[in-house]
């Protein structure tokens, strides 16, 4: 199991880039994609330096996991890549963001329409989730 440091003054520098979290901006829902820009955070500064991620979706702000109804796929939507992309009827992608600590995603509702959220796995182990995900767009 993962124990977290104990900062002081002789080991702060040393973990100077461990992200403790992320952050969330969604874009609108255009075409029943919606794009997310996920920005990694240590201390409370944007990163300096790429870093692996977990992600996955949820049907559910608690984080279970939707695997009887998951409907989003999710690819690279630009800064960062995905070295783990997300395989046909799986949940769980990894990713390496950018040199920035950015990672942009697109994401696709198969139904068009319903409720999700995107956890990311920090290295450290900690989860952050986003806000709700809401698709309305209908298939024509």
């Known amino acids: 199991m993962f124990n977290k440091p104990?900062?002081?003054?002789?080991?702060?520098?040393?973990?100077?880039?461990?992200?403790?979290?992320c952050t969330f901006t969604l874009g609108t829902e255009a075409a029943h994609v919606r794009t997310c820009a996920i920005q990694v955070y240590n201390f409370g500064n944007a990163l300096t330096q790429a870093v692996a991620?977990?992600?996955?979706?949820?049907?559910?702000?608690?984080?279970?996991?939707?695997?009887?109804?998951n409907?989003?796929?999710l690819t690279s939507g630009g800064a960062g890549i995905l070295t783990k992309p997300q395989a046909t009827g799986s949940l769980d992608i990894e990713a390496e963001t950018g040199s920035t600590g950015l990672l942009n995603l697109d994401m696709t509702q198969a139904n068009a329409t319903g409720d999700r959220y995107l956890r990311a796995v920090m290295p450290d182990g900690t989860i952050v989730t986003s806000a709700v995900i809401a698709f309305t767009g209908a298939f024509e």
């Open 53 to 69: 991620i977990k992600l996955f979706p949820s049907a559910t702000a608690t984080g279970v996991a939707d695997n009887t109804n």
């Open 71 to 73: 409907t989003i796929t």
């Open 6 to 21: 104990v900062m002081n003054d002789s080991t702060v520098a040393a973990y100077k880039d461990i992200p403790w979290y």
